[in-house]
């Protein structure tokens, strides 16, 4: 791989150089080749595996772990930091620079009393959550390997040390800006510094003045708002919206407990540390408007309050926007010739989630069946899925209404499975496959991978992986350290 060292560069005081603390007898666990093409496409031998394991220096890296604070459930945290990512510079694709991170290579100044390692489970779970959100067309940090070893590493037991080679367009996040405000008492120069550098890198097409400032902060505000209304519509749950895990660029980034939805629930927490839901899968949207002034607060050297709060009132309506589009798509609806029709889809679409709620349905499964309806037809799969058949019809007299004529029912059907997965990364299957490499077999592991980057496609001898989970797995809620 081939390097430029920008940030590191230009932003002294915004990290601390480190050295990685290595893993013994490293092995590759998993391996994206889609991920590979972004950073140049290495190949994974020997000598990589020592250089991404921190055993051997990689040419061209600065070895570095960034500071930032944030909001942490809701409470600032003055310092927070690196504490167990150790960034390598920025590595030159065709189509752009990534970020490159060892998530696990040992402690920085950040750790914070920990040992700045992570372990198989974590480091698997990153590496499939940042493929499969990929593949289902989500903004999202990538990861383009795993690598395993036999350091014993205590979490809540003996686990075994791993790291994540993740990718990330950057690494810049709200907690950077609201490190810059409070740590300086609010004072412009530290801000403006990393506004500057940030539009420099990631929005060329701004300015680094009054108009530049304003409009890169509503880009960030819509980008945030899609993110969020992708994540409502394909049923993805982060667990852990923290500030400091809030991505600049409107990336789904720095993945712990995440869960995608099995049966439907609004409320449904997937954090065993957020017994009071503050990070529910439908507090989503409310969290990133909250956030978004978090960080507007830390821009008030920079732009004026009248400005940061003009830029905020975009992120409803971007957002709902956004979750109409995307519903539209999955259940087939044309779309409406202006927004009339906006405040009824939204309803349409708020009561068949809550129909799927009431009857305890599985929300892409469900969705998948859109895939096979035929609308005009005196028998679904669709209806079967439902016990309460009179509330499904009562529904469903209201989308064929809305839906209107259907001209081709065949290209209809087809572009309904192509917006509607029929693999997602259940937690269950995350785990069998993170049970199996713990033993020693990374085949359900490959196969996994493989399965999650064709999530649109029927498979054939994958239909397991299509099935609601056993009664062991479903809903299942996952620790910080996952």
Request: aromatic letters at 12%; glycine letters at 8%.
């Given at each position: 791989?081939?390097?430029?060292?920008?940030?590191?560069?230009?932003?002294?005081?915004?990290?601390?150089?480190?050295?990685?603390?290595?893993?013994?007898?490293?092995?590759?666990?998993?391996?994206?080749?889609?991920?590979?093409?972004?950073?140049?496409?290495?190949?994974?031998?020997?000598?990589?595996?020592?250089?991404?394991?921190?055993?051997?220096?990689?040419?061209?890296?600065?070895?570095?772990?960034?500071?930032?604070?944030?909001?942490?459930?809701?409470?600032?945290?003055?310092?927070?930091?690196?504490?167990?990512?150790?960034?390598?510079?920025?590595?030159?694709?065709?189509?752009?620079?990534w970020d490159v991170a060892l998530k696990g290579a040992g402690a920085t100044?950040?750790?914070?009393?920990?040992?700045?390692?992570?372990?198989?489970?974590?480091?698997?779970?990153?590496?499939?959550?940042?493929?499969?959100?990929?593949?289902?067309?989500?903004?999202?940090?990538?990861?383009?390997?795993?690598?395993?070893?036999?350091?014993?590493?205590?979490?809540?037991?003996?686990?075994?040390?791993?790291?994540?080679?993740?990718?990330?367009?950057?690494?810049?996040?709200?907690?950077?800006?609201?490190?810059?405000?409070?740590?300086?008492?609010?004072?412009?120069?530290?801000?403006?510094?990393?506004?500057?550098?940030?539009?420099?890198?990631?929005?060329?097409?701004?300015?680094?003045?009054?108009?530049?400032?304003?409009?890169?902060?509503?880009?960030?505000?819509?980008?945030?708002?899609?993110?969020?209304?992708?994540?409502?519509?394909?049923?993805?749950?982060?667990?852990?919206?923290?500030?400091?895990?809030?991505?600049?660029?409107?990336?789904?980034?720095?993945?712990?407990?995440?869960?995608?939805?099995?049966?439907?629930?609004?409320?449904?927490?997937?954090?065993?540390?957020?017994?009071?839901?503050?990070?529910?899968?439908?507090?989503?949207?409310?969290?990133?408007?909250?956030?978004?002034?978090?960080?507007?607060?830390?821009?008030?050297?920079?732009?004026?309050?009248?400005?940061?709060?003009?830029?905020?009132?975009?992120?409803?309506?971007?957002?709902?926007?956004?979750?109409?589009?995307?519903?539209?798509?999955?259940?087939?609806?044309?779309?409406?010739?202006?927004?009339?029709?906006?405040?009824?889809?939204?309803?349409?679409?708020?009561?068949?989630?809550?129909?799927?709620?009431?009857?305890?349905?599985?929300?892409?499964?469900?969705?998948?069946?859109?895939?096979?309806?035929?609308?005009?037809?005196n028998h679904s799969d669709l209806r079967d899925m439902f016990v309460d058949?009179?509330?499904?019809?009562?529904?469903?007299?209201?989308?064929?209404?809305?839906?209107?004529?259907?001209?081709?029912?065949?290209?209809?059907?087809?572009?309904?499975?192509?917006?509607?997965?029929?693999?997602?990364?259940?937690?269950?299957?995350?785990?069998?496959?993170?049970?199996?490499?713990?033993?020693?077999?990374?085949?359900?592991?490959?196969?996994?991978?493989?399965?999650?980057?064709?999530?649109?496609?029927?498979?054939?001898?994958?239909?397991?992986?299509?099935?609601?989970?056993?009664?062991?797995?479903?809903?299942?809620?996952?620790?910080?350290?996952?």
């Amino acid at each position: 791989m081939d390097f430029k060292q920008d940030f590191f560069e230009q932003l002294p005081g915004f990290y601390e150089t480190v050295a990685p603390a290595g893993l013994p007898a490293p092995s590759w666990l998993a391996w994206s080749d889609d991920a590979a093409v972004l950073v140049g496409n290495p190949q994974p031998d020997e000598q990589l595996l020592q250089q991404l394991a921190g055993n051997q220096r990689m040419p061209g890296a600065n070895y570095y772990a960034q500071v930032y604070s944030g909001h942490q459930f809701g409470g600032y945290s003055p310092q927070l930091g690196d504490g167990r990512s150790i960034i390598l510079g920025e590595a030159i694709g065709p189509n752009g620079c990534w970020d490159v991170a060892l998530k696990g290579a040992g402690a920085t100044p950040f750790s914070r009393h920990g040992d700045g390692r992570a372990v198989t489970r974590s480091a698997i779970r990153e590496f499939l959550v940042s493929e499969a959100l990929f593949h289902l067309n989500v903004p999202t940090t990538r990861a383009l390997a795993v690598i395993g070893s036999a350091l014993p590493v205590w979490r809540e037991t003996l686990e075994k040390g791993a790291i994540t080679v993740r990718l990330a367009r950057s690494h810049i996040r709200f907690g950077h800006f609201e490190y810059c405000y409070y740590s300086t008492g609010g004072k412009r120069e530290q801000v403006q510094q990393l506004a500057d550098f940030t539009i420099r890198q990631h929005f060329p097409h701004l300015s680094c003045d009054a108009a530049g400032y304003r409009q890169w902060f509503v880009e960030v505000v819509e980008a945030t708002a899609r993110l969020i209304a992708t994540w409502q519509a394909i049923g993805f749950a982060h667990g852990v919206m923290n500030t400091d895990n809030m991505s600049i660029l409107g990336d789904s980034f720095d993945f712990g407990p995440f869960a995608f939805l099995d049966t439907f629930k609004e409320d449904f927490i997937c954090n065993h540390s957020d017994p009071e839901g503050r990070y529910a899968f439908g507090r989503q949207p409310g969290i990133g408007l909250w956030n978004l002034q978090c960080l507007a607060q830390a821009l008030t050297p920079l732009i004026s309050s009248d400005d940061l709060l003009a830029a905020l009132t975009h992120y409803q309506p971007m957002l709902v926007q956004h979750y109409l589009q995307l519903m539209r798509q999955k259940l087939g609806l044309p779309a409406p010739a202006g927004e009339a029709s906006g405040p009824e889809d939204l309803a349409l679409f708020g009561a068949f989630t809550a129909m799927l709620e009431q009857q305890q349905l599985d929300y892409s499964l469900t969705l998948r069946q859109f895939a096979t309806l035929d609308p005009v037809a005196n028998h679904s799969d669709l209806r079967d899925m439902f016990v309460d058949t009179s509330a499904f019809d009562h529904w469903f007299t209201g989308y064929c209404k809305r839906l209107g004529k259907v001209d081709n029912i065949e290209q209809w059907q087809e572009a309904r499975r192509l917006n509607n997965p029929q693999y997602i990364l259940r937690n269950y299957l995350a785990q069998k496959a993170i049970a199996a490499t713990e033993a020693g077999d990374t085949a359900p592991l490959q196969q996994l991978y493989q399965l999650l980057r064709r999530p649109y496609d029927a498979q054939p001898g994958c239909e397991d992986f299509a099935r609601r989970p056993p009664d062991w797995g479903e809903g299942l809620i996952m620790s910080c350290s996952s």
